[in-house]
């Protein structure tokens, strides 16, 4: 090669790496203009990105308060469960993790069933759970196979727990996972972090309080979502407790005394409406609706012919039958249809003027003369049924009316029914007919259209029993913060019947007590040495017997068995407890219902001390 | 011919410094011996924080590097013309292998890139990155430059083969690499620029061919490169992440290991192809700017030695090599950055990993030898 071309040559090689360098430097002013752009520009875009990527809010939810009864007792509490979650969007193939899954623990239908219909509602990126309230064992026999099944992981939550279970059903309610529904009537971001909510009862009712406010925790989390670190915290305040008048030992004592009969029974302090006793027969367990029942244990519970799920107490409409006839007499006494010491003859059946219909006493043979105390003692029908007709039933609404029959009491629990106090106007709404007088006879001893729950019968048994300062009925007692210690009483709220003469309610009330305490009283039986009864028995019909028919308990069916009722208060002279039980289809007040009555009372007024046995 | 004193300065050994000296006797360039170190060290700094604050990653990337510098000084004490004699040799043997790995290659990552050879797993590409730009440059310097018509169309079939083969392991990041080698020795070789000019026309209107071509994932790479918005789970989150990851670094950075986009798992791939996209977050423009001289540091040095070589074939493969290096790094920048579509490069001397750390050096021991081996020209 001559020396010239390789002179030649290397002159064009510098040239091209020249032009070769002035490439790379464009190439790289072009790059720094890029970090330029991306650095400097846009940075602030970047930078929000970023915290946008790493910055997460989680909601921190608040503990539940708890539930005590006027004793102290724990109702309601909140246990650690554990329960082993899917994350859908971990999981590659979900049908044979869960078939895996099944191999190490027990997975069954209803938890299947469970599973899909929550996952159903929630984002794939939200865990669902696929067993809850692991038992230890479980746990520890998931975690060896943990690394097998990633997107499966246990979770820890505190979950409400009602260790009086049945006893308690059908004052607390329970909470169960929040619904579609619920969320339409809730704060969404309150509850952010929060599972469940009150369904019924007093959970309901205090659902606000019970369920405090949601904190907020700022975190750095990772690509994956992991928290890595928490960078700020408002921490929630807990929901308050909960401080019932109830007392889970007479609810207890209650129940027994109902033994296999379905019914309910209320039991309310006068001097101020609280509920000390609240049982709807039968009861069922409140645990099964925590986690999302099974539909075939709620199925069981729907199509129980006994009807548990049904609140009696509550929403148990029963004509109130003779139990009215202190009220009537009161209101006899009041708009002067009667005196004390007026006297009616029976003569077992009573006539419409200018009609032969005859409308029959209980008694076939008729009680003969009755005073207002005599009426009220044997339950005399006669004369109670002249008291109506007299009074009419425009005044009879009016003045029963003022004892909350018709109408909601106002008890802190939601679904309250109202009963029924027929009225001329509410025929003519419901039924589109005129009110006929035989009708205003039979309102008179509490059948007909009249009628009455549980409740409202023992809120105005207590009025009675307290000179007529109507308490409205309240299950609770006070709140009270366990973070501040502050306590929130519940005032009680009342209105006074007016009376024109304080008397007539010391005569009404003399009737009640000869019901226990004379030895023609219908409920002398539950009568004892201890303590003075006051009360009145009555028969609700549930099946109408012809008009010359007998009635013979022994040969109906017990379904159309006539249903028992008891309203009392005691002591007589100074009343600490007012109760009303209903008992379906148990036949005669004073046989059935009264004894449930006294046991309550016994276990209220003497809560050391067994009861000695009659008294009689 | 006259010589600068400079010129004759390099020829003879005069300083008698004992360090320069030996630095001399074992044909080692000391500049672009500290440009490397400075960037490997840096790359270091980015590694541990980037592998999450891992000693043992870093300190298995450490070994590499340390072995990788080995192999360049061992390549440095091969001479110029030894090389030259080996080129067609290392040539033939590379495309024997590059076939040898399409029929019994191993797969991995959904490519076949290895070649199981007993005791080491052996990527034929690599070797072929070094052979490519020394056969083109041997077989250019065979004739007088700039190349006859005919011998350009030998040299384009020469480098076409090899990059096809690669491309359909497939392997785009480093097919593209070995075309860019080959190209820069014809451009350094001084072909036309007509040729040239006519040369982009044609792959602009091969690009709709190459599309038809493409794998369905390296067409999703482009399609994802053009709106990576489009998809930012799936495959534009790499794109999005990094570009997040060195937006918020700003000016001064996150400082190190204080980066959130790396440190929190966001960017992926993180400790190799996107280290990057970790500088930038935790050290900001200014640490881009740092690295960025670093490597304009050691490709002028490149540069320079490719000026100063003695013959064409040295010259060539030298500016060719320097060139390359910065094909790396350029694409590798503009693909975290997202300028250039996704494409399987790792940031040289800075990325995780140890087989393409071994190819760099020994490229970089080819450039030492070529300017330490110094003879007396002709007269």
Redesign the interface.
């Known amino acids: 090669?001559l020396?010239k071309?390789?002179?030649r040559?290397?002159q064009?090689?510098?040239?091209?790496?020249i032009i070769?360098?002035l490439l790379?430097?464009a190439?790289?002013l072009?790059?720094?203009w890029?970090?330029?752009q991306?650095?400097?520009i846009?940075?602030e875009?970047?930078?929000t990105?970023?915290r946008e990527?790493?910055v997460k809010v989680l909601p921190l939810p608040p503990t539940r308060g708890l539930i005590y009864d006027r004793k102290g007792v724990l109702l309601a509490q909140n246990r650690p469960a554990y329960s082993l979650e899917i994350t859908p969007e971990q999981v590659e193939n979900l049908d044979a993790t869960l078939a895996e899954l099944s191999k190490v623990i027990e997975v069954g239908d209803e938890d299947l069933e469970r599973f899909w219909q929550l996952k159903k509602r929630r984002r794939r990126f939200d865990s669902v759970p696929i067993r809850v309230n692991l038992s230890q064992d479980e746990t520890a026999q998931f975690a060896v196979h943990r690394h097998r099944f990633p997107g499966v992981d246990i979770k820890a939550q505190l979950l409400r727990h009602y260790p009086h279970d049945v006893k308690t059903t059908h004052v607390l309610g329970y909470v169960g996972r929040i619904s579609q529904r619920d969320l339409e009537q809730i704060d969404v971001s309150n509850y952010a972090g929060t599972s469940h909510i009150g369904k019924n009862g007093v959970e309901k009712t205090y659902e606000s309080a019970l369920h405090g406010a949601v904190g907020l925790e700022q975190v750095?989390?990772?690509?994956?979502g992991r928290k890595?670190r928490t960078l700020e915290q408002t921490p929630p305040e807990s929901g308050v407790d909960i401080h019932l008048h109830l007392d889970i030992a007479l609810q207890e004592v209650a129940m027994k005394a109902f033994g296999d009969n379905n019914g309910a029974a209320v039991a309310i302090n006068p001097k101020n409406g609280g509920i000390l006793a609240f049982v709807s027969q039968p009861g069922y367990d409140p645990n099964l609706f925590v986690e999302g029942i099974s539909t075939k244990n709620y199925d069981a519970l729907q199509d129980d012919e006994s009807r548990p799920l049904y609140n009696r107490a509550l929403r148990g409409q029963y004509p109130p039958g003779s139990t009215v006839k202190p009220f009537m007499g009161l209101a006899g006494l009041e708009r002067g249809a009667i005196q004390f010491d007026s006297s009616v003859y029976c003569p077992g059946f009573f006539q419409l003027p200018g009609n032969t219909h005859r409308y029959r006493d209980w008694k076939k043979t008729g009680h003969g003369t009755m005073d207002l105390d005599a009426a009220i003692v044997q339950s005399c029908d006669v004369f109670f049924y002249k008291l109506a007709y007299e009074l009419g039933v425009d005044q009879l609404n009016d003045f029963l009316s003022q004892f909350g029959f018709g109408g909601r009491t106002g008890i802190d629990l939601t679904g309250e029914s109202t009963g029924l106090l027929p009225s001329r106007e509410w025929k003519r709404r419901a039924k589109r007919q005129p009110w006929y007088p035989g009708e205003t006879l039979i309102m008179g001893i509490g059948q007909g259209y009249f009628l009455a729950t549980p409740l409202q019968l023992a809120a105005a048994t207590a009025a009675i029993a307290n000179n007529g300062t109507f308490y409205t009925p309240h299950v609770v007692d006070h709140l009270s913060s366990r973070e501040s210690g502050e306590v929130t009483p519940i005032p009680p709220s009342a209105h006074v019947i007016p009376v024109a003469r304080e008397q007539n309610w010391e005569d009404v009330r003399q009737g009640m007590l000869h019901v226990i305490e004379s030895p023609r009283g219908t409920a002398k039986r539950i009568r004892n040495d201890r303590y003075k009864i006051a009360g009145k028995t009555g028969t609700a019909q549930v099946f109408t017997v012809a008009q010359d028919a007998e009635y013979d308990e022994e040969t109906l069916e017990k379904k159309l068995r006539d249903h028992a009722l008891f309203i009392a208060y005691a002591p007589a002279d100074d009343p600490q407890i007012a109760v009303a039980v209903v008992v379906e289809n148990g036949g005669h007040g004073g046989s059935v219902a009264a004894p449930i009555a006294r046991a309550i009372m016994d276990a209220y007024l003497y809560p050391d001390d067994p009861p000695p046995g009659d008294g009689t | 011919?006259s010589y600068s004193p400079r010129q004759l300065g390099d020829l003879t050994p005069t300083n008698p410094n004992r360090r320069q000296g030996l630095l001399a006797v074992f044909h080692i360039d000391l500049p672009l011996l500290v440009g490397l170190l400075l960037l490997c060290g840096f790359g270091l700094i980015v590694l541990y924080s980037a592998s999450g604050e891992n000693f043992g990653q870093m300190e298995r990337q450490a070994l590499r590097i340390v072995l990788a510098l080995a192999v360049m000084v061992a390549v440095a004490q091969v001479s110029p013309a030894t090389l030259r004699r080996w080129s067609p040799w290392l040539y033939a043997a590379g495309m024997a292998m590059l076939v040898a790995v399409l029929v019994f290659g191993e797969v991995g990552k959904g490519a076949q890139r290895w070649l199981d050879l007993g005791i080491v797993r052996f990527q034929p590409s690599e070797l072929v990155k070094l052979a490519v730009p020394l056969m083109i440059a041997w077989y250019l310097a065979e004739k007088?430059?700039?190349p006859s018509w005919q011998r350009l169309a030998i040299a384009a079939v020469l480098i076409v083969a090899p990059v096809l083969l690669i491309a359909k392991q497939p392997d785009l990041g480093t097919a593209v690499l070995v075309a860019s080698a080959g190209i820069?020795v014809l451009?350094?070789?001084?072909i036309s620029w007509q040729l040239i000019g006519g040369l982009t026309v044609a792959a602009g209107a091969a690009a709709p061919v190459v599309w038809y071509l493409m794998r369905d994932y390296q067409r999703q790479r482009v399609l994802t490169f053009l709106d990576p918005e489009k998809d930012p789970l799936g495959a534009g989150y790499h794109i999005i992440?990094s570009?997040?990851?060195?937006?918020?670094?700003?000016?001064y950075g996150k400082g190190w290991l204080n980066g959130?986009?790396s440190q929190?798992?966001?960017l992926p791939e993180r400790h190799t192809d996107f280290i990057f996209a970790v500088l930038?977050e935790e050290f900001?423009?200014i640490g881009?700017?740092i690295l960025?001289s670093l490597?304009?540091f050691v490709?002028?040095r490149g540069?320079y030695i490719?000026?100063r070589a003695q013959?064409?074939f040295t010259?060539?493969l030298a500016?060719s090599l320097t060139?390359v290096f910065?094909v790396y790094l350029?694409v590798n920048?503009?693909m975290v950055?997202?300028?250039l579509p996704v494409v399987g490069v790792p940031l040289p001397l800075v990325s995780y990993g140890g087989t393409s750390l071994v190819t760099l050096m020994a490229g970089f021991g080819m450039l030492m030898s070529i300017h330490t081996h110094r003879r007396l020209l002709?007269t």
């Open positions: 090669m020396l071309d390789t002179i040559e290397s064009a090689f510098l040239n091209r790496a070769a360098g790379v430097l190439a790289v072009m790059l720094v890029r970090m330029v991306l650095q400097i846009d940075h875009h970047f930078t990105l970023s990527n790493r750095e989390v990772n690509a994956a890595v | 011919m007088r430059l700039p820069f451009f350094l070789a001084g992440q570009k997040i990851a060195i937006g918020s670094g700003g000016v959130t986009q929190l798992d966001f930038s900001g423009l881009v700017l960025l490597f304009l490709i002028g540069l490719a000026t013959d064409t010259r060539l500016g060139l910065f350029f920048t503009g950055s997202g300028l002709p």
